[in-house]
């Protein structure tokens, strides 16, 4: 079992930062694939971006080169530092863990964090 807690939400302007954090307790957290999803409402849940075991990354075109994702194993902690943020990326965003493998959609993650909202206003 593991237990994700995400943190680093908040309201922001439009071109402005945030940065999520989301450490994780249970199991041996190095190897678990991490990613980072959202969902604004009324729409679907996606996943914006993952990093795997050996620290490969995707990111969603709609965030490529404005979200960086990274992890610190020691600390059980993953990152989503998010720059030029616009009012499209408005939505609660999710950690999400699944064992050694990467997921390429939502419903492959086994764990789940319990959201932190994102508000950009413009």
């Known amino acids: 079992q593991v237990q994700l807690v995400e943190s680093g939400g908040g309201l922001v302007q439009a071109g402005g930062s945030l940065r999520l954090s989301c450490t994780a307790s249970g199991r041996t957290f190095s190897s678990y694939v991490m990613g980072w999803c959202r969902q604004a409402p009324g729409k679907e849940r996606e996943c914006v971006s993952n990093i795997g075991l050996t620290g490969s990354t995707y990111y969603r075109d709609s965030v490529q080169g404005r979200f960086t994702i990274s992890r610190d194993n020691a600390k059980s902690t993953v990152y989503l530092q998010m720059n030029s943020l616009k009012p499209e990326d408005t939505a609660v965003y999710y950690c999400?863990?699944?064992?050694?493998?990467?997921?390429?959609?939502?419903?492959?993650?086994?764990?789940w964090g319990q959201g932190t909202q994102v508000t950009v206003s413009s």
């Open positions: 999400a863990a699944r064992s050694r493998y990467i997921a390429t959609s939502a419903d492959e993650y086994n764990y």
